[in-house]
Nanobody
Framework: QLQLVESGGGLVQPGGSLRLSCAAS????????IAWFRQAPGREREIIAC????????NYPNSMRGLFSISKDNAENTVWLQMSRLEPEDTAVYYC????????????????WGQGTQVTVSS
C-alpha cells in the first residue's frame, strides 16, 4: 500500500520560495498519479498540481498565481512541489495524495494521503 510523507514546509516571507517533498514508500511511483493539495483555515481542500504515472504534469488554474511547479523522480520515489513568489494567501497545510495512474481534480478520488506540512507566508 502506498504511503506518503510530506516535508519542507515552514515560514517564508512574501515573495519567497519553498520546495515541498512528498516521499513515497510501500509502492513505486511509476504506478501512481501524485497530486498536491492545500487547505487554508476555513476553506475547502483544493488541488494545486498533479503528475501522472508517466510523469506528465497537470497544473490547475489556482497554481498559476503562486508559480507552482510539480516534478518527480521515480528512482527516488519522490515528488516535489516548487513554489515561487509566495503570497500570504498561499498560507495553508499542503498535502500530497496518490491514486492509480492518472490525475483527477476531486479530493475524493485519492485514497492515499500524507499527513500534511504547514506553509506560512508572512513578514
Amino acid at each position: 500500500q502506498l504511503q506518503l510523507v510530506e516535508s519542507g514546509g515552514g515560514l517564508v516571507q512574501p515573495g519567497g520560495s519553498l520546495r515541498l517533498s512528498c516521499a513515497a514508500s510501500g509502492s513505486t511511483l511509476d504506478q501512481y498519479a501524485i497530486a498536491w493539495f492545500r487547505q487554508a483555515p476555513g476553506r475547502e481542500r483544493e488541488i494545486i498540481a498533479c503528475i501522472n504515472d508517466y510523469g506528465l504534469n497537470e497544473n490547475y488554474p489556482n497554481s498559476m498565481r503562486g508559480l507552482f511547479s510539480i516534478s518527480k523522480d521515480n528512482a527516488e520515489n519522490t515528488v516535489w512541489l516548487q513554489m515561487s513568489r509566495l503570497e500570504p494567501e498561499d498560507t495553508a497545510v499542503y498535502y500530497c495524495a496518490g491514486r492509480a495512474r492518472f490525475c483527477l481534480g476531486d479530493t475524493k478520488m485519492y485514497p492515499y494521503w500524507g499527513q500534511g506540512t504547514q506553509v506560512t507566508v508572512s513578514s
